[in-house]
């Protein structure tokens, strides 16, 4: 299931981003130690009520030099298509504005569930004038204040409120879910029309998610595939050209609801940085990952080539270390074949589960060839291992101390772990505990 979508929007200086920052808390900060994983503020994670969802920080849009009331249409009007629920910041020191009404009259037509806030009423004395904000046509306008963090606990709950409306899809646990993500024109959908012309597949349509996606559900030999449609990534039109950032969050949506994602780069102008940073979010995710090179057919090669481009991509792609790699053309089908038994492989790996008592047997090995540094004079020790969850897998190290495990000595075990059960083209995680 995707996670839902929270947008906040509203005119510039009501505290849209210092809302955001109070939503989703720490992790805004959070800055993760591996190669080529970058971060973009332009949204983040939070968590209410056991709801996981994604939050949009419409204040971090940069759109230039567009007039004041172009701005804050551009940015209402991506919130209306990208989010399940928004929030509408106003604010009430100043009372309802002009421009205040005029976010409303876009909102009035975006048919979401709009759930109203008025901001920077930081002592009671100021709670008489958010009934004004009754007039935007919203409902019950909720007092809160950002600086202080007062009131987002009542506002959060309307907002959950509307996620129990929300419509999952229902498939199969055995249905493999995977999606294409990449920047605009590395040939997603050339890819996925290859793949459905090449295995002459029944093709049917099946509506998702409340998100007007559409699945691509087809079976071949003997396996059922469900492709998540990422066409969308960026639509056409000024709005999502002038904010190209947006087209990360269409790519997060599909990631969620994945098993495999599929990261298409293209072979002929090689990767970029775009390409890493998408790249970093189904990693972060925890999906099962394969990198597909396209348009391998217009590259001038010799017997070197995919070797040297290999090593490129295994240099900007760190973190993937563990994704296959694909070289294909889907504009002339040739290595189409190759895909997708990587991505059935993958799929396997992310459920895989091993016995508790084989994965002892690697990690004592493990220890036993190369013992763990001390620090200041004590040595961590390793009591035994089990595995905890499965897509993406991970393990629970039991030790006397978990500050001790550090973070190269958790690789090592990671790379023990994968030499012995495999794990190709999914993540997996290693936790320290302290045993009881």
Same mark, same amino acid.
């Given at each position: ?12 200086? #009501? ?10 808390? =720490? ?24 709801? &996981?969802?994604? #939050? ?18 551009? &940015?209402?009007?991506? *919130?209306?298509?990208?989010?399940? #629920? ?12 002009? *421009?205040?009404? =005029? ?11 709009? !759930? ?13 004038? /958010?009934?004004?904000?009754? *007039? ?20 959060? $709950? ?10 999952? %899809? ?43 996606? #559409? ?40 990631? $969620?609801?994945? $098993?495999?994602?599929?990261? !298409? ?7 970029? %940085? &775009?390409?890493?940073?998408? *790249? ?22 010799? %017997? ?13 792609? &760190? ?55 001390? $620090? ?11 595995? /905890? ?48």
């Amino acid at each position: 299931m995707a996670k839902p979508v929270i947008a906040i929007v509203g005119r510039p200086n #009501v505290g849209k981003s210092t809302i955001f920052n109070r939503i989703v808390g =720490e992790r805004v900060s959070i800055v993760e130690d591996i190669p080529g994983v970058t971060r973009d503020r332009i949204y983040s994670s939070g968590e209410w009520l056991n709801y &996981q969802f994604n #939050v949009i920080d419409t204040g971090g849009i940069d759109i230039g030099d567009e007039p004041f009331l172009a701005q804050i249409r551009q &940015q209402a009007e991506i *919130a209306i298509d990208e989010a399940d #629920v928004i929030i509408f910041m106003t604010n009430g020191r100043e009372g309802v504005t002009a *421009a205040d009404e =005029e976010v409303a009259k876009i909102l009035y037509r975006s048919k979401k569930p709009v !759930v109203l806030a008025v901001n920077k009423v930081d002592n009671p004395d100021m709670r008489a004038s /958010v009934y004004d904000f009754y *007039a935007l046509g919203f409902g019950e306008p909720f007092p809160i204040s950002g600086s202080h963090g007062l009131g987002l606990g009542d506002l959060l $709950d309307a907002v959950a409120e509307h996620f129990k409306n929300l419509i999952t %899809e229902e498939y199969d646990e055995e249905t493999i879910k995977f999606s294409l993500i990449g920047r605009p024109n590395v040939g997603k959908s050339s890819l996925v029309n290859a793949l459905l012309g090449e295995e002459r597949v029944i093709v049917s349509n099946i509506a998702g998610t409340t998100r007007d996606a #559409v699945d691509t559900s087809y079976r071949y030999e003997g396996q059922d595939f469900v492709i998540i449609d990422t066409a969308g990534m960026r639509k056409k039109g000024k709005v999502y050209e002038s904010t190209e950032k947006y087209s990360v969050l269409r790519a997060l949506k599909a990631i $969620d609801r994945s $098993d495999v994602v599929l990261v !298409v780069i293209d072979g002929e102008e090689g990767i970029i %940085e &775009q390409d890493k940073r998408i *790249a970093g979010y189904a990693h972060e995710a925890g999906r099962a990952v394969v990198i597909v090179v396209n348009k391998w057919d217009a590259v001038e090669k010799d %017997e070197k080539t995919m070797k040297d481009f290999e090593v490129k991509i295994r240099d900007h792609f &760190q973190f993937l270390d563990y994704a296959p790699i694909v070289f294909l053309s889907a504009k002339t089908t040739r290595r189409i074949h190759t895909l997708l038994p990587q991505i059935v492989r993958a799929s396997e790996n992310h459920a895989l589960r091993v016995q508790t008592t084989v994965l002892n047997d690697v990690i004592m090995d493990a220890v036993a060839m190369n013992p763990a540094p001390t $620090d200041k004079g004590k040595r961590l020790k390793i009591y035994y291992a089990t595995q /905890v969850a499965v897509k993406p897998p991970a393990f629970a190290i039991f030790v006397n101390e978990p500050e001790l495990m550090h973070f190269s000595y958790e690789r090592f075990l990671q790379n023990r772990i994968r030499d012995a059960f495999g794990f190709e083209g999914t993540p997996i995680k290693i936790f320290s505990r302290a045993r009881k």
